[in-house]
């Protein structure tokens, strides 16, 4: 099939963009521009989309308090699309009231003298991973977040909080939060089969070792690491 979609999934780091020199907002604004995509799949819940493409299309400006809080679509994404005429989808399963049941359930979970032996195992390979991240990057780095050494460091924490949590978090569990977001990607993608454009999936950089891995089981698209494009 000579038409297929090409498709690459981009990490962010949300508001620290803001402060970094690295992985600022306008060395990502500069890969997207460099990427010319067709389609932008961005952590956008669909509700809140609705209301900040209404508010950037009459005001010019975002203060829908979620999409804020990702100055990578606020200031970036929204503003380029006027200029590179992509579409842009939102694909996050996020809702407030998981993000809310999910952090009230953490706080069981620490208080829980049942759970105790978990959060003691998950605390170590959190700090495993933080240490590693130490020696492999001192700030973050577009080109470090984007390797494979990356996924693989931040699994040896998000492995073992999945392993133990995600069945009692419910829809706001590792696995299956990023399973939901999947599906919301893959309907996107069943949308615009073999059309031969460009599609950018934008996540968080936690996100994007497990949405990789995911959209390797898809036939139809040729699934490209930034690191080869840009």
Known sequence: MKNKNEVIVVGTIHSQHLGSEKYSLKVFADIIKNLNPDVVLAEIPPDRFLIADEQFQRLGKIDEPRVLQYPEFSKVIFPLQKTLGFS????????????????????EIKADKNKAKDWEIYMEARQLSGKLFENYMKEFDPVKIHSDEF?????????????????????????NIN??????????????????????????????????????????????NLLDVI
Not at 154 to 170: A, H, R, W, Y
Request: proline share 1%; net charge negative.
């Open 88 to 107: 842009l989808k939102p694909v996050s399963a996020w809702t407030e009231e998981m993000a809310n049941a999910r952090e009230n359930r953490l706080e």
């Open 151 to 175: 996924d693989r460091i931040l699994n040896i924490e998000l492995q073992v909080f999945s392993d133990l949590f995600n069945d009692d978090l419910g829809k706001g569990g590792w696995e």
């Open 179 to 224: 399973q939901a977001h999947y599906e919301k990607i893959d309907s996107e993608l069943n949308e615009i089969i073999n059309q031969k454009k460009r599609v950018l999936v934008i996540f968080g950089s936690g996100h994007k070792g497990w949405l990789v891995k995911k959209l390797q089981s898809r036939t139809d698209i040729v699934l490209k």
